[in-house]
């Protein structure tokens, strides 16, 4: 089920507020582990390092991804292939 | 035989009934339809005049994505979601399911018809 609108999209407010701070000049990349902001329109251009539960992951925001959540873009899984097979680890990578 | 929107052809089945039949229209959009044009969505469609079709063609050609429109906007989509490289992009790309459902066990439609793993547990050595 979708957010109600009532409330608006839900966004951190202290990383809102770090964006704003630097809005237009260095554009350093900004730490964070709110997964589940929202990207506003006013973060496009930004980069962000997303925490994915191991590592912080580069996102730079393009106009696209507004309305998507800052997690979307940072995968917290790894997929390597299964065991045994090569030829089938090599398959789906080549799909 | 009605023609609507290229190369969809509703036989004798009722009118709300073989709209449905284009992509796009479902039961809802249907009678909405058969409203709007003003016919009785209870008639076979075969009793429709000319007329009357080409009033249905016109209305679903301006208020409503369906056929070919509707695929190219749902495939503009999930090609966006690929592009911005989202989790839901890669699912698409991985051909999993995309709403969060497991894919430890079932997950047919997504995956595919079953491939058998030689070695796998469960599965006997030949």
């Known amino acids: 089920m979708s957010r109600s609108i009532k409330k608006g999209p839900y966004v951190d407010e202290r990383l809102a507020a770090k964006v704003a701070k630097q809005a237009g000049n260095n554009r350093t990349p900004i730490k964070t582990w709110s997964r589940d902001?929202?990207?506003l329109p006013d973060f496009v251009g930004t980069t962000f390092e997303v925490h994915n539960g191991k590592a912080f992951l580069k996102v730079y925001v393009t106009e696209e991804m507004v309305g998507h959540k800052l997690g979307e873009f940072s995968p917290t899984r790894t997929f390597k292939g299964h065991s045994g097979g090569k030829a089938k680890a090599a398959?789906?990578?080549a799909k | 035989m009605p023609r609507i929107q290229g190369v969809d052809i509703p036989p004798d089945k009722l009118l709300h009934i073989s709209l449905r039949y284009?992509?796009?229209i479902g039961p809802t959009t249907a009678l909405e339809l058969c409203e709007k044009v003003g016919v009785d969505p209870m008639r076979r469609a075969?009793?429709?005049?000319d007329d009357e079709v080409?009033?249905?063609a016109t209305i679903i050609d301006r208020d409503y994505l369906v056929e070919g429109a509707l695929r190219r906007f749902d495939g503009g989509n999930i090609q966006r979601l690929k592009e911005i490289k989202s989790y839901r992009g890669e699912r698409h790309r991985k051909n999993l399911p995309v709403r969060g459902q497991r894919s430890k066990t079932n997950a047919r439609t997504r995956k595919g018809i079953r491939k058998t793993v030689a070695g796998k547990k469960g599965v006997k050595d030949k």
């Not at chain 2, 075969?46 to 005049?49: D, F, H, P």
């Open chain 1, 37 to 39: 902001c929202t990207i």
């Open chain 1, 91 to 93: 398959a789906p990578a």
């Open chain 2, 22 to 24: 284009l992509r796009g």
């Open chain 2, 46 to 49: 075969k009793t429709l005049t």
């Open chain 2, 54 to 56: 080409a009033k249905l």
